[in-house]
């Protein structure tokens, strides 16, 4: 395999340019060879102070330059698909940012093609997994250090939504990274979730009903609850407690310096998901190229992309009906055990 990654990146928007950032200043063993937008001169402006590196609106012809040879996708998630298929043709290492594919049926057609081709090429944008918290979390669900997860408790709190976030992002957008975590520290397939509409926040744009509270159960009987609350005004908060046959543990509380100062006391609250886990995409997009390098992935692969979109799917069928939604899954291929 080369030395150096040469990265197409895919969408220069929120997340895309957060990420050539990282890679131009941070990353190690990687540099942004191209971007792709549509807004050509988004992918312009994105490339500025990047030597070598070209501004492009087609992906197609970013995949097809002979400078390029991994791709990092950040578009938003309906236009996944198509990227993901001629990127896997061309064998080249693939960071796609979640969700995998918007439903789990063209996720499903994601795995198949990498199972086809034979390896993984694929790791989905998880971050959490990199968090040091979360992974310390999983470390004592693992060792069995307190006894039994018996339960885990989610809250998910966004200032505001962008516009066109709509009901179903709620799942599909946000509860997504949920499901990921629930399934990464418990090492389970999660098999019913549920989603009750209670009382709306009048801070909701028209058609959203925020908070929700989703309901999930892993194979092994562990229960999760989520709130979901993505127009809660007062910062950006991710933070879980669980609970364990011997003691509770907590991650995701503010850090940071505890300031008392005319006549009152407090921090500050984490803004946004930039703040709250820069540090855990720098980790992921570091261990992704690290693996890549080696011709390997170094995070969550395309099965979890999959897994995570039928979650969504049930989710989102679950908002309709109130009940509680089996989630269906295919049989995991061996590629991925
Ligand atoms: C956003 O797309 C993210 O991925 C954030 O981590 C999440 O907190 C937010 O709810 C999503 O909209």
Same mark, same amino acid.
């Given at each position: 395999m080369t030395e150096t990654l040469r990265v197409a990146v895919i969408g220069a928007g929120r997340m895309g340019a957060d990420h050539i950032h990282r890679l131009n200043k941070r990353i190690h063993g990687a540099e942004v060879a191209a971007v792709v937008d549509v807004d050509l001169a988004r992918a312009q402006a994105a490339i500025e102070g990047i030597p070598g590196a070209v501004a492009l609106a087609d992906a197609e012809e970013a995949l097809s330059n002979g400078d390029v040879n991994a791709v990092l996708i950040a578009t938003p998630g309906f236009l996944h698909e198509d990227i993901l298929l001629k990127a896997i043709a061309k064998d080249i290492p693939i960071l796609c940012e979640k969700p995998l594919t918007p439903d789990a049926q063209s996720s499903w057609r994601i795995v198949q093609a990498e199972e086809e081709l034979g390896h993984k090429r694929i790791q989905v944008g998880f971050m959490r997994r990199f968090d040091a918290e979360y992974a310390a979390?999983?470390? /004592?669900?693992?060792?069995?250090?307190?006894?039994?997860? @018996?339960?885990?408790?989610?809250?998910?709190?966004?200032?505001?939504?962008?516009?066109g976030f709509t009901n179903e992002m709620l799942i599909n957008d946000s509860v997504v990274h949920e499901f990921d975590a629930i399934r990464f520290f418990t090492g389970e397939e999660i098999t019913s979730v549920q989603v009750r509409l209670g009382k709306p926040t009048k801070n909701a744009p028209a058609g959203q009903h925020d908070p929700q509270h989703v309901l999930i159960e892993t194979e092994s009987g562990v229960l999760a609850d989520v709130e979901i609350y993505v127009n809660a005004k007062f910062g950006y908060e991710v933070a879980t407690q669980a609970s364990f046959e011997e003691g509770v543990v907590s991650i995701g509380g503010d850090h940071g310096p505890y300031v008392r100062s005319a006549g009152r006391w407090g921090g500050k609250v984490t803004p946004?998901?930039?703040?709250?886990?820069?540090?855990?995409?720098? /980790?992921?997009?570091?261990?992704?190229?690290?693996?890549? @390098?080696r011709g390997e992935i170094g995070g969550p692969t395309a099965w979890d992309g999959y897994a995570t979109a039928a979650c969504c799917e049930a989710g989102v069928e679950a908002q309709k009906n109130g009940e509680k939604v089996t989630v269906k899954l295919h049989s995991k291929p061996a590629l991925y055990s």
């Open positions: 979390l999983g470390q /004592v669900i693992r060792d069995r250090e307190l006894g039994e997860l @018996l339960m885990l408790h989610h809250q998910h709190r966004n200032p505001s939504t962008p516009p946004g998901f930039e703040e709250r886990f820069g540090a855990a995409y720098d /980790v992921e997009i570091q261990a992704w190229v690290d693996a890549a @390098l």
